[in-house]
């Protein structure tokens, strides 16, 4: 099975993944990986690795996260 590269975006709240989700349609939620710690149980997906990209996304909208990282999946 060939695992491709995403990000995962991780949150202390579920809320925080939920309003993500509600406002991009360039991923999903999940629950994290066991190869990611994270507070709340689940994160946010996506194909699009541009961390950067990301996190002014996130600051735009005023979306706290604990952290994004790129894993194999």
């Not at 939620?29 to 996130?58: H, Q, T, Y």
Request: aromatic share 8%; glycine share 4%; net charge neutral.
């Amino acid at each position: 099975m060939n695992k491709e590269k995403v990000l995962i975006i991780t949150f202390k709240s579920i809320q925080d993944v939920l309003e993500l989700e509600s406002i991009t349609k360039n991923g999903r939620m999940i629950p994290v990986p066991s190869c990611v710690k994270a507070g709340c149980g689940m994160c946010f997906m996506s194909k699009d690795l541009n961390i950067e990209k990301w996190r002014v996304f996130l600051e735009e909208n005023n979306i706290s996260y604990e952290d994004i990282v790129r894993v194999n999946f």
